[in-house]
Structures are given as structure tokens and as C-alpha cells.
């Protein structure tokens, strides 16, 4: 079974940063997409960042552009989200994804809880 566990969410004031951890448990053989997504209440489930793990290349919002930088896995499968210079409107809960996770049981895409990200003043 694959667990992708948020954690670092939290209430910020405007302009202020936060760093998101996902760390990746399981029987994982490989990864081939990992990323961040967001959703805001009323709102549809939107890209924050992904990184392709084999290539390296990385795809950013365009709100996050220049704001977010989404890190690799390390060795201890553990990649993060560094949002700096938040604003109100990027309040919402920020979910960790991993796409085309191999197992021995197969290949699937998997979702974690989610961490709540609150900008306010």
C-alpha cells in the first residue's frame, strides 16, 4: 500500500513563506511524476507545481511561476514545496500527488489528505 503523508501547512500573513513536505511511503519501485496540487473552497482542484523525476523538468502555475519551487525526491523519499511571498488567494488545501507510482501490485496514480495553507493578516 502507497501513503503520500503532507505536512508544513499552516496560517501565514501575506508575504510570508512556507515549505510543504510530502513524504512517500510503501512498496514503491519508482515515481514518474511528482507534484503539488491546490483546492479552494467552492473551487475545482488546480496545478501547483509537478517535476518529472526521470527528466527533471519542472511545470509551475502561473501564479506560482517565480513563487514556487517544488523539489526532487531525496533519498529518504521525501520532496517539497518551497511557496514564498504568499498571498491571500493562495489559501487553500495543497495536496501532494505522485503519478505512475510502480509497485509490485502494479501502476497507479496516488493522492495524499492534503495540508491546509491559510495566507491572512
Request: charged fraction near 20%.
Amino acid at each position: 500500500q502507497v501513503q503520500l503523508v503532507e505536512s508544513g501547512g499552516g496560517v501565514v500573513q501575506p508575504g510570508g513563506s512556507l515549505r510543504l513536505s510530502c513524504a512517500y511511503a510503501g512498496s514503491i519501485i519508482s515515481i514518474r511524476v511528482i507534484g503539488w496540487y491546490r483546492q479552494a473552497p467552492g473551487k475545482q482542484r488546480e496545478l501547483g507545481a509537478t517535476s518529472n523525476t526521470r527528466s527533471d523538468m519542472t511545470d509551475y502555475s502561473d501564479s506560482g511561476k517565480g513563487r514556487f519551487t517544488i523539489s526532487q525526491i531525496n533519498a529518504n523519499k521525501t520532496q517539497t514545496l518551497q511557496m514564498n511571498d504568499l498571498k491571500p488567494e493562495d489559501t487553500a488545501r495543497y495536496y501532494c500527488h505522485g503519478a505512475r507510482i510502480a509497485t509490485p501490485d502494479g501502476v497507479q496514480d496516488y493522492w495524499g489528505q492534503g495540508t491546509q495553507v491559510t495566507v491572512s493578516s
